[in-house]
Structure formats: structure tokens, C-alpha cells
T-cell receptor, first 112, second 121 residues
Framework: QSVLTQPPSVSGAPGQRVTISCTGTSSNIGAGYDVHWYQQLPGTAPKLLIYRNTNRPSGVSDRFSGSRSGTSASLAITGLQAEDEADYYC????????????FGTGTKVTVL | QLRESGPGLAHPSETLSLTCTVSGDSISTIGEYYWTWIRQPPGKGLEWIGYVSYTRGATYNPSLRSRVTLSIDASKNQFSLILSSVTAADSAVYYCAKGWGDGKGTYFDPWGQGTLVTVSS
């Protein structure tokens, strides 16, 4: 199981703004470890979307933004487009139980 | 670019061996890079297996540590995964990726295309 919890699904109409939460604990996000986000389009490998909480790699649309506060982090997608329909995962480090990198449970974004 | 290779089928209790070939980058470049393996069972989420650094050695997911070995072959610009005593629960798409960071909160970019491994008799 994962120590990072995401909603199984979120949906929105084209042009809308949606947010995906990533809820952790005091041994991961709350301990100050960075959060990263990945987008996985159907049938493809995950792609880095946001790194170190708020940074976008070159080539990633500015419609995607990340934030972190306390024991949680969020990914926001503005101006939702059909091409954004994908699975999204957060990722961070957890210093309990042997210490490990963890991915969130994943969120399916559906464009209505 | 990273590309995984290995058998698509493994039998229960056997040892699985996968290789990731790195192109356009040097696996022995000075810097804190973490050559990483991640897997994804069909229809499920991502699981970090572990990473190996040219300078710091390997770090493993505690849940897999007793069965996993990661290594680097700098002469071939490759890194490898060995997973022993496989069961059906190890059936997954296995991805290799380049990790950036300090080993705590490392992020992964780029990823290979993935290779599907099925464990079945």
C-alpha cells in the first residue's frame, strides 16, 4: 500500500480547472520532503510533470501547477483539455519503516 | 534515452533479470544520479523498486530488499535488476528511469518505455 493518498478520480469539462490532492503524513510530505508529479497517458510510460513541489520541466504546459502545504500537496490543471485525460501520480520520500520512495495511489482525470 | 530489455516470461520461483541500456548520457557521469527501477502491475499503480548510484551504491524498497539486486555496468552504459524467487505478484510492466536528487525525494526523468514481465508456469 502507499503512504500517499490521492482521490481515485476527478473529472471536469473542457476549459475548467481541476485539482488533485496528495495526502501524506509527518514522515513524508509533512517532514519536508519534496513532492513530484507524473502524468501517465493510456498505454504509455509515466512522464515527469512537476518536480520539487512547484517546478515544471521544459516543455510542460503552464496549465499544470503544483503546491505543497503541511502534510499535503496538490496538482492543478487549468483550461482542461481532452489531451489531459490520463492517470496522475504524486511521489515523495518517506522516512518511516525502512525509508523509501513512494508513489501516490493515482488519480484518473476524465474530461467530460 | 533509456530502454529496458529482458524476458517477457518468467516461471514461479525463478530469478528475473532485466537490463536498462542508457543512450545519449553516460551512466558514470559525475553527479548524483540514481538509476532507478519502477514497476506497475497491470491495471494498478506505480511501485518504486530501488535505485543504484555510480558513487553511492544501491538503495532498495524495504518490501523487496531481500529479493532484489541492482547493479551498474559502466563499460556497457547499462544498469540491471535481478529479482529472485518470483511469483505471480511480480507480474508487471517494469520501467527504468534516471533519478535526480539526493536520494530522499528523488524525481525520475526520463523513463524507458517499459517491458512487460509475466510470471506464469
Amino acid at each position: 500500500q502507499s503512504v500517499l493518498t490521492q482521490p481515485p478520480s476527478v473529472s471536469g469539462a473542457p476549459g475548467q480547472r481541476v485539482t488533485i490532492s496528495c495526502t501524506g503524513t509527518s514522515s513524508n510530505i509533512g517532514a519536508g520532503y519534496d513532492v513530484h508529479w507524473y502524468q501517465q497517458l493510456p498505454g504509455t510510460a509515466p512522464k515527469l510533470l512537476i518536480y520539487r513541489n512547484t517546478n515544471r520541466p521544459s516543455g510542460v504546459s503552464d496549465r499544470f501547477s503544483g503546491s505543497r502545504s503541511g502534510t499535503s500537496a496538490s496538482l492543478a490543471i487549468t483550461g482542461l483539455q481532452a489531451e489531459d485525460e490520463a492517470d496522475y501520480y504524486c511521489q515523495s520520500f518517506d522516512n518511516s519503516l525502512g525509508a523509501s520512495e513512494f508513489f501516490g495511489t493515482g488519480t484518473k482525470v476524465t474530461v467530460l | 534515452q533509456l530502454r529496458e530489455s529482458g524476458p517477457g516470461l518468467a516461471h514461479p520461483s525463478e530469478t528475473l533479470s532485466l537490463t536498462c541500456t542508457v543512450s545519449g548520457d553516460s551512466i558514470s557521469t559525475i553527479g548524483e544520479y540514481y538509476w532507478t527501477w519502477i514497476r506497475q502491475p497491470p491495471g494498478k499503480g506505480l511501485e518504486w523498486i530501488g535505485y543504484v548510484s555510480y558513487t553511492r551504491g544501491a538503495t532498495y524498497n524495504p518490501s523487496l530488499r531481500s529479493r532484489v539486486t541492482l547493479s551498474i555496468d559502466a563499460s556497457k552504459n547499462q544498469f540491471s535488476l535481478i529479482l529472485s524467487s518470483v511469483t505471480a505478484a511480480d507480474s508487471a510492466v517494469y520501467y527504468c528511469a534516471k533519478g535526480w536528487g539526493d536520494g530522499k525525494g528523488t524525481y525520475f526523468d526520463p523513463w524507458g518505455q517499459g517491458t512487460l514481465v509475466t510470471v506464469s508456469s
